[in-house]
Nanobody, 124 residues
Framework: QVQLVESGGGLVQAGGSLRLSCAAS????????MGWFRQPPGKEREFVAG????????IYADSVKGRFTISRDNAKNTVYLQMNSLKPEDTAVYYC?????????????????WGQGIQVTVSS
């Protein structure tokens, strides 16, 4: 089992920045590909960004390319999501997730372990 805990969310004005962190505990001897997802109010959960087990490969949703950066520090069992130039439409509950394998993928169903989520609100 792997437990994931997100932190760093909150309220920010449009154009501002936030950095989310996701700390993993439990069965962390294996480095998993990790993803960030979000669920806007009244909408389905959607993919945001993913990173391979060693950080060598990343993928992003088109809506966040050039604004968000995913990274990881395996020594600290932590994955980050740096969010810049935030827009009101980025408002959502953000989740981190872990999957088996080597490369991260964009499908919600591909991920085995999930954090509890954290609120990010961007005001206009």
């Amino acid at each position: 089992q792997v437990q994931l805990v997100e932190s760093g969310g909150g309220l920010v004005q449009a154009g501002g920045s936030l950095r989310l962190s996701c700390a993993a505990s439990g069965r962390t001897s294996t480095n998993y590909p990790m993803g960030w997802f979000r669920q806007p109010p009244g909408k389905e959960r959607e993919f945001v960004a993913g990173i391979s087990w060693n950080g060598g490969s990343t993928i992003y949703a088109d809506s966040v390319k050039g604004r968000f950066t995913i990274s990881r520090d395996n020594a600290k069992n932590t994955v980050y999501l740096q969010m810049n130039s935030l827009k009101p439409e980025d408002t959502a509950v953000y989740y981190c997730a872990a999957q088996f394998g080597v490369l991260a993928t964009a499908g919600v169903a591909d991920y085995k372990y999930w954090g509890q989520g954290i609120q990010v609100t961007v005001s206009s």
